[in-house]
């Protein structure tokens, strides 16, 4: 009777507890639990959509090259950009996932467009570069080459524009929110303290591995941005615009 008894009082104690440490109203949870809910499932479709792109955009591709010899490659990204954006895939993600032989047209009649397009056998020791450079139906359009060798980015404003690009999309992966900080907010107390939770969660279930090798890779990044801040100042008494 005395065991009985005295687990019913801890009971009650922690339900006691449970209530004055919950600080949100009712309202308030309701709101809080269908912004989750909506946020995880938009995170669960979009990993789901990244999926079947990667499996399906080449597949479609190659469908379209084998029913159809005839079509160029921008013909073939045009036609399956029309056809699954937006309602399957955004268009930058259908271009992510673009086949092989896309990016590189020298290999477009290697095993995908059946028995006619075979290499004949008596090429001997002719390499596919040497055999394609002879036979003008394989030539790009200049459309075509633009699209397959893109030109680097070599000045400084295409850069640093990459690169506010690239910090945007990690500030993004990061915290959830689109938008960076101005030099007007808190960036602690505005940004960082209430997205803490959400990366949180994400951390909770992940694998170990996947922590220790997301560790370094912050690890590394840190140490990089930390050096690249010192360039900045430098290049302040350095730069040519002074």
Request: contains cysteine; proline residues 5%; charged residues 35%.
């Amino acid at each position: 009777m005395m065991k009985k008894s005295k687990l019913k009082d801890i009971k009650k104690t922690e339900l006691i507890m449970e209530i004055q440490l919950e600080t949100k109203t009712f309202n308030q949870l309701v709101i809080e639990v269908k912004g989750k809910i909506e946020a995880e499932l938009k995170e669960s479709v979009a990993a789901i959509k990244e999926h079947t792109a990667e499996e399906y955009i080449p597949r479609l591709c190659n469908a379209l090259k084998k029913e159809n010899p005839e079509l160029t490659i921008t013909q073939i990204k045009v036609k399956v950009e029309k056809t699954v954006c937006p309602d399957i895939w955004r268009a930058n993600t259908v271009r992510t996932y673009w086949p092989q032989w896309m990016k590189d047209p020298h290999r477009v009649d290697i095993g995908i467009l059946g028995d006619q397009n075979r290499i004949p056998k008596n090429l001997g020791k002719k390499t596919l570069l040497e055999t394609d450079s002879d036979n003008p139906a394989l030539s790009w359009t200049p459309e075509e080459y633009e699209e397959t060798h893109p030109t680097k980015e070599t000045t400084p404003f295409q850069s640093l524009g990459e690169i506010n690009r690239a910090i945007a999309r990690l500030w993004e992966t990061l915290t959830g929110e689109k938008n960076m900080p101005t030099s007007e907010d808190d960036v602690k107390k505005d940004h960082l303290m209430p997205t803490r939770d959400r990366f949180s969660d994400v951390m909770n279930g992940s694998s170990k591995v996947e922590r220790d090798f997301l560790f370094n890779w912050m690890t590394w990044l840190e140490m990089l941005i930390k050096d690249r801040i010192a360039l900045i100042e430098k290049a302040d008494k350095t730069a040519y615009d002074r």
